[in-house]
Nanobody
C-alpha cells in the first residue's frame, strides 16, 4: 500500500510564497514521475508541474517562472516552491505519483491566495 501525504498549503497574500511537499510512503520499488495538479472550484483538475526520475521538468504556462518543482534527496519526496502567487492560483493542490503501471493520488492541500 502506497500513501502520499501533502503538506504546506495555507492562506497567503498575493505576491507571497508557499512551499508544498509530498512524501510517498509504503511498499514500492521505484517512482517514475511525480506531478502536482490543482483543481479550483468549478474547474477541471489541471497539471501544474511534473518531474521525472532523471530530473526533467515540465510546467503549465500559467506558472512558468514562478513555480519550481524539485525532488528531495530521498527521492520519495517532491516539493513545489510557489512564488509570486496570484489569486488565480487558489485551488486544492494534489500530488500524483506514477510507479510502474500504477498511479497514486494524495488527499490534496488547500492553497488560498488573497488579493
Amino acid at each position: 500500500q502506497v500513501q502520499l501525504v501533502e503538506s504546506g498549503g495555507g492562506l497567503v497574500q498575493a505576491g507571497g510564497s508557499l512551499r508544498l511537499s509530498c512524501v510517498a510512503s509504503g511498499s514500492f520499488f521505484s517512482i517514475n514521475t511525480m506531478t502536482w495538479y490543482r483543481q479550483a472550484p468549478g474547474k477541471q483538475r489541471e497539471l501544474v508541474a511534473g518531474i521525472t526520475t532523471d530530473g526533467s521538468t515540465n510546467y503549465a504556462d500559467s506558472v512558468k517562472g514562478r513555480f519550481t518543482i524539485s525532488r528531495g534527496n530521498a527521492k520519495n519526496t517532491v516539493n513545489l516552491q510557489m512564488n509570486s502567487l496570484k489569486p488565480e492560483d487558489t485551488a486544492v493542490y494534489y500530488c500524483n505519483v506514477v510507479m510502474g503501471f500504477r498511479t497514486y493520488w494524495g488527499q490534496g492541500t488547500q492553497v488560498t491566495v488573497s488579493s
